[in-house]
C-alpha cells in the first residue's frame, strides 16, 4: 500500500528530527555549560530560563530563519551563500564547529536516506571543501524535498534542539527525568514564539543576536572542565 | 511639500588615503556634504599612519536620517578613523537613524577605527551597515562601544531599538570571499529582558572588537585573552570567520561591563598589543585634539 505524500513527511520528519539520529547533538551544550559552571544554571527553573532565552535568541535568529530562507531559495547558488553566511555570522569558535560537524552528520545521513538533487550536490560540495554544512540548512533542504510545509519544518527543527539540549541538562546539572519531561512539554510555548518571531525576519537579521549568549559560548572554550563540546 | 528622495543622505564624507615615498600616508581626496565633517589630519607617530577625526556639527543623529562614510586605503598607506566625541541618536519618531560605512582596504594596507562610545537615548532607534573588502595582506581593526543611553527617569536601556551589521569580504584573484559578519541586535522595547541572561547578563555597556590579519597567531590570540581576563569586564574572546579566507584570521572579542572606561580601557589595550606584535607599533595615544 502506497503512503499518502503527508504521512511519508511526517515519517521522515520523525526520522531525522529524532534526537536518537546519530548527529553528536547529545555532545553540545551551545553555551549552557558556562552558565552551569558560574553556577547561574542549577535547577529545572533557572536551565527553563536558559533555554527560552536560547529559543528567542539564537533558534529564531539563526536556525528558524535559516530553515524560512532556504524555502525561499530560487537556485543553488543561494544554498551556497546562505552556508557561507550561517558559518561567517557564527562567532564563537565551538558554535560554528559544532554547526558544521552536526550538519555533516545529517547531510551524510539525509543524502543516503532521501537522495534529492540538492542535497547531493550539497553533500559533493562539502566533501570537496567548498561548502561548509550547518545542520538547520541541511535540515530544510531535506523537509522542503519531503514536502514538509515550512512552518513545519522550522517548529520540528526548534523543538528537536530545545528536546536535545534539555536531555543534555537532565544528564549534565543533573535534572531528574520527570523534570526534563516537565521542562519539554513547556517549551511548546517557545517553538511557536520562534515559528511566529522568525516569520517577521529577513536574510540581514540572519545571526542577529545579543551579545550576553555569544560571550558565554566564547568563553566555553577556556572551562577548565568541560562535559560538553561547546 | 518636497519629498525626500529614499537615497538622500544627510551626511557623507568621503577619503581615499595614499602612502607618499617618504612612507606617510595623507588623504589623496576628500569629500564632504551635509552633516558630516573630516578635521585635519594628526600623525600620533613615527610610522606615517595618518589620523583623520570625523565630526558632526550637528551633534547627534536624527530620525530617519542617512549617513554614508566611505574610506579606501591605497597600496601601503594607514589610516586610522576616529571622532570628536559620541556619536548621539535621540528620539527619532521619524524612523531609526541610518549609518552606512564603506571601507576598502588595499594591499598591505592598514584601517583603524577606533570611534567614541555610541549613545541611544529614550526612544531612539540606530541601524548601522559596515562593509568592508579587504587585500588579503592588509590589517582591519573595528571597534565600536554602545552605551545604555539615558532617559529623564534614569533608566537604562530606554531607547527602542539598536542592529548593528558589520560584514568582512576578502579579494581573491576572481571572487570576494566572505570572513565574517558581526552583528548585534538590542530591542529594550521588545524584549522586556534585555538586561537578564544572555542578554546583557546584568551589565550596562557593551564593546565590540573585530580583528582581521594574516599574522594573528596563536601567541597574540592568548595575549588578547590574558588582557580580556585582566580587565574589569565580561570579554569573550574567539576566532571567528569562516576559515583562514586567502590565509586572512580573525578575532572577535565581545565585551560587557559598567563604563565606557571599562570597555575602552580593554580595546585599548588590545589594540596596542595587536600594534606591537604584528606592526611593531607604538601604543595607541588618542588624545583628543
Known sequence: MASSPQLSALLGMMQLTDSALPTGAFSHSLGFETYLTSEQIIDEETFSTWLEMFASQQLTFTDALAIRLVYAAKTFDDIVDLDELITAQALPTQIRHGGITMGKRLLFLGAESYPSEWISTYAEKVSEGEMYAHQALVWAILARELGVEEDDAVAAHVYATLISLTQNAVRGIPLGQNAGQRVIRGAQEWVEQAVKASAELGYNDLGAISPGLEIAQMRHEHQRARLFMS | MQQKPAEKWAGILQMRVEAAESGRSFARRQYHEGALRIIRPHYLDANGQVTYTVINPGGAYFGADRYLLEFETEKNSELLVTTQSATKVYKTPQGPAFQQM???V???????????QLIVYREGSYRQVTSVQMHPTSTLLLSEIIT???????????????????EVKVEGENELKRLVVDQLRLMPHADQKISGLGMMEGFTHTGQLLLADRRLDDELFEKIR????????????????????YGVKCISIRTLARSTGAVSALHT?????????????????????
Request: proline letters at 5%.
Open chain 2, 269 to 289: 589595550a588590545i589594540i596596542d598589543a595587536v600594534r606591537e606584535e604584528v606592526r611593531g607599533q607604538s601604543p595607541l595615544n588618542l588624545r583628543k585634539f
Open chain 2, 106 to 116: 588595499g594591499e598591505n594596507s592598514v584601517f583603524e577605527y577606533v570611534p567614541d
Open chain 2, 226 to 245: 590574558v588582557l580580556a581576563e585582566a580587565s574589569d569586564t565580561y570579554t569573550g574572546v574567539s576566532r571567528a570567520g569562516t576559515g583562514e579566507v
Open chain 2, 148 to 166: 545604555p543611553g539615558w532617559s529623564p527617569e534614569k533608566t537604562d536601556f530606554s531607547y527602542d531599538e539598536l542592529n548593528t551589521r558589520t
Open chain 2, 102 to 104: 564603506n571601507i576598502t
